[in-house]
T-cell receptor
Framework: GAVVSQHPSRVICKSGTSVKIECRSL??????MFWYRQFPKQSLMLMAT?????????EQGVEKDKFLINHASLTLSTLTVTSAHPEDSSFYIC????????????FGSGTRLTVV | QQQVKQSPQSLIVQKGGISIINCAYE??????FPWYQQFPGKGPALLIA?????SEKKEGRFTISFNKSAKQFSLHIMDSQPGDSATYFC????????????FGQGTRLTINP
């Protein structure tokens, strides 16, 4: 089945620094990737949708200058949390969609970000 | 109209019993309805998914029942096991254009041994 690899799984950074999270589709080409944020005991909140080679579409209320998304290839998307603050601490999850007969959404294993 | 409403929020079932989680949607354009299982600290994993052209789909102990006219779908877990204890999310999307998944609020399932 489709596999999405997300790294790192955990990261601790100091307030004011930037953190990059990578999301790779290992065995399929992902034209579209999605980035979510999940707070404890809550559902997934979509932050943005990224299409390969074009600018990401951000959901209402998500600061695009703070959460930089790059989808430079059909297998890699990155999320950079810039000038991180403690309130950015959360669980970030990426997802990649596969089209055609194997249509579906595969999720990465998530990244636990802690800003101290 | 983009909402997917999921119930119950939490569910406790005895080992060997049937776990049932329900979802309802409003947008009739949705044509893909997956269920995901999530363990603490992990990303969601696809359990089973259904298209609106069928009323039921079964994979092992997991069954989706789909009622197009009522705009509802449900997940049934037969012979529930302690290892099934997790959070379950229903979702819906529109296949054309690989549009975003709309998630339900989640159900925390506990299977008592």
């Amino acid at each position: 089945g489709a596999v999405v690899s997300q790294h790192p799984s955990r990261v601790i950074c100091k307030s004011g620094t930037s953190v990059k999270i990578e999301c790779r589709s290992l065995d399929f080409q992902a034209t579209t990737m999605f980035w979510y944020r999940q707070f404890p005991k809550q559902s997934l909140m979509l932050m943005a949708t990224s299409n390969e080679g074009s600018k990401a579409t951000y959901e209402q209320g998500v600061e695009k200058d703070k959460f930089l998304i790059n989808h430079a290839s059909l297998t890699l998307s990155t999320l950079t949390v810039t000038s991180a603050h403690p309130e950015d601490s959360s669980f970030y999850i990426c997802s990649a969609s596969e089209r055609g007969p194997n249509y579906g959404y595969t999720f990465g294993s998530g990244t636990r970000l802690t800003v101290v | 109209q983009q909402q997917v409403k999921q119930s119950p929020q939490s569910l406790i079932v005895q080992k060997g019993g049937i776990s049932i989680i329900n979802c309802a949607y409003e947008n009739t354009a949705f044509d893909y309805f997956p269920w995901y299982q999530q363990f603490p600290g992990k990303g969601p994993a696809l359990l089973i998914a259904i298209r609106p052209d069928v009323s039921e789909k079964k994979e092992g102990r997991f069954t989706i029942s789909f009622n197009k006219s009522a705009k509802q779908f449900s997940l049934h877990i037969m012979d529930s096991q302690p290892g099934d204890s997790a959070t379950y999310f229903c979702a819906a999307s529109i296949i054309q254009g690989a549009q975003k998944l709309v998630f339900g609020q989640g159900t925390r399932l506990t299977i008592n041994p």
